[in-house]
């Protein structure tokens, strides 16, 4: 496998959400700096319900989002973080790039920005550093979070 090749200036950006599917939104957005200094982070109000399975993980209720703003409300702001780098990293960044062109397209918004961000995807990452790792007649697997961090001494919040 190719190594990667060194970023030196990236964010890391995390999404939380109404469910997995294609009808569900982002009701919270952090972004940070690679030094885990924090550039954005909002919850938002959405247009759809929380999956009772989603709400279980990570324990954002419709109640406490009344009062956040919609996202369509901080897009132009959340464009001009992620243009002004221009590579964003996320652990399974497929599922958060997704919710980010749902969300943006809910609210009837362009998504033409998505196309300039690199995305770097670390759990793919990480998931070939493991394999690599193990024995060669192992099968490639994708890694969750939790595993990656557990298996790293890294204190899950």
């Known amino acids: 496998m190719n190594k990667p090749e060194k970023i030196d200036n990236f964010l890391f950006f995390d999404t939380e959400t109404t469910g997995l599917t294609d009808h569900d939104e982002i009701i919270e957005?952090?972004?940070?700096?690679?030094?885990?200094?924090?550039?954005?982070?909002?919850?938002?109000?959405?247009?759809?319900?929380?999956?009772?399975?989603?709400?279980?993980?990570?324990?954002?209720?419709?109640?406490?989002?009344?009062?956040?703003?919609?996202?369509?409300?901080a897009l132009d702001e959340i464009i001009n973080v992620f243009l002004a780098v221009g590579v964003a990293v996320a652990y399974n960044v497929e599922f958060d790039v997704r919710m980010l062109r749902q969300t943006c397209e809910r609210y009837g918004r362009d998504t033409d920005w998505m196309s300039?961000?690199?995305?770097?995807?670390?759990?793919?990452?990480?998931?070939?550093?493991?394999?690599?790792?193990?024995?060669?007649?192992?099968?490639?697997?994708?890694?969750k979070l939790t595993q990656a961090c557990l298996s790293n001494d890294i204190k899950i919040q």
């Not at 690199?118 to 490639?140: A, G, I, K, R």
């Open 29 to 73: 957005l952090a972004i940070t700096k690679k030094n885990g200094d924090p550039v954005f982070h909002s919850r938002f109000k959405p247009t759809a319900v929380i999956n009772p399975k989603a709400e279980a993980v990570h324990k954002i209720s419709i109640e406490s989002l009344k009062d956040s703003p919609l996202f369509d409300d």
């Open 116 to 143: 300039q961000i690199q995305w770097v995807c670390l759990m793919n990452h990480y998931s070939s550093y493991m394999y690599d790792m193990m024995n060669p007649e192992s099968t490639f697997q994708r890694y």
